[in-house]
């Protein structure tokens, strides 16, 4: 099992920064592709961004360039440098850890960071 802990959220002008972190416990950190998701009010969850075990990422166009996620695999950490945030980047984040062993889904997710975008 992992167990997930987010911190970092917070109210930020549009234009400004904020970087969230997630720290991990439990076994297998390194094999676990991490990710970070949102949920707004209203809407589905997301996707946005993901970095595997091997140190590919991957981002949707809606933040590509002003998101950057990174794993620290020795502190077993990940983190999500988020830039030019933008009112509609306002959402609760989730970090997400998720490998697959032998065709069984190993899936695991943090509590939630509010971020807030908003003058």
């Known amino acids: 099992q992992v167990q997930l802990v987010e911190s970092g959220g917070g109210l930020v002008q549009p234009g400004g920064s904020l970087r969230l972190s997630c720290a991990a416990s439990?076994?297998?950190?390194?094999?676990?592709?991490m990710g970070w998701y949102r949920q707004a009010p209203g809407k589905q969850r997301e996707l946005v961004a993901a970095?595997?075990?091997?140190?590919?990422?991957n981002y949707p166009d809606s933040v590509k360039g002003r998101f950057t996620i990174s794993r620290d695999t020795a502190k077993k950490m990940v983190s999500l440098q988020m830039n030019s945030l933008k009112p509609e980047d306002t959402a609760v984040y989730y970090c997400?850890?998720?490998?697959?062993?032998?065709?069984?889904?190993?899936?695991?997710w943090g509590q939630g960071t509010q971020v807030t975008v908003s003058s």
């Open positions: 970095v595997t075990s091997g140190g590919s990422t």
């Open positions: 439990g076994s297998y950190f390194s094999t676990y592709t």
């Open positions: 997400n850890a998720v490998r697959v062993i032998f065709g069984t889904r190993y899936d695991y």
